[in-house]
Each structure stands twice: as C-alpha cells, then as structure tokens.
C-alpha cells in the first residue's frame, strides 16, 4: 500500500511520514501545527507532514501560508480528499515506522 502512496507522491519517498488526516478548516488549528511541525523538521530533517482531506471553505491557502512562515512548507504536502486504494494507503501510513 505505501508504495501506491509513494507513486502517486515521489516526494514522500524515503522520509519519515507525519499524517494529519482531517478537514483543512481554522478550526483545525493548522497554524499552531505549522509552528510544532516546524520544530520537529529541525531536529528530524527527514521528517514529511501529509496533510490529507478537503478545503471545503477555501482556507487551504492561509493553511499554507502558515507552514511558508515557520519555514517548513517544502516539507508538507497537502492533499486533497482521496478515495479508494490512495485514501487506505494514506490512512495506513503510521504502519510505515513503528519506531516513529
């Protein structure tokens, strides 16, 4: 399954996965992810954050914006509402390192 995952999104290919699966809404509170994620990335460089589901009100930007500040945006990447077997394999990426 990772390597559907991994196909479909070659830049995730050999780091360290961080999932957050959730809408993309304020509510969320991705700016204060931004800023932790941020802090993990420097000490663990081989870290990735995959953020996985829908903007249904159009805050995907703002969302980005928040990782561009606390520098860490290349190593994010956001996904829109998957389905089928990308939406499994996405939902299994904590299975990829237990040591994590």
Request: net charge negative.
């Amino acid at each position: 399954m990772l390597e559907i995952f991994h196909q479909q999104f070659p830049v995730t290919r050999g780091k360290t996965l961080i999932l957050f699966l959730g809408r993309i809404d304020l509510k969320k509170c991705l700016d204060s992810l931004a800023l932790a994620f941020a802090k993990v990335h420097n000490h663990f460089p081989d870290t990735h954050l995959v953020v996985v589901d829908y903007d249904n009100i159009g805050f995907i930007d703002k969302a980005q914006n928040s990782f561009l500040q606390a520098s860490c945006l290349d190593a994010v990447t956001f996904i829109d509402m998957v389905s089928g077997t990308l939406k499994y394999a996405a939902s299994n990426l904590h299975r990829q390192d237990a040591n994590l």
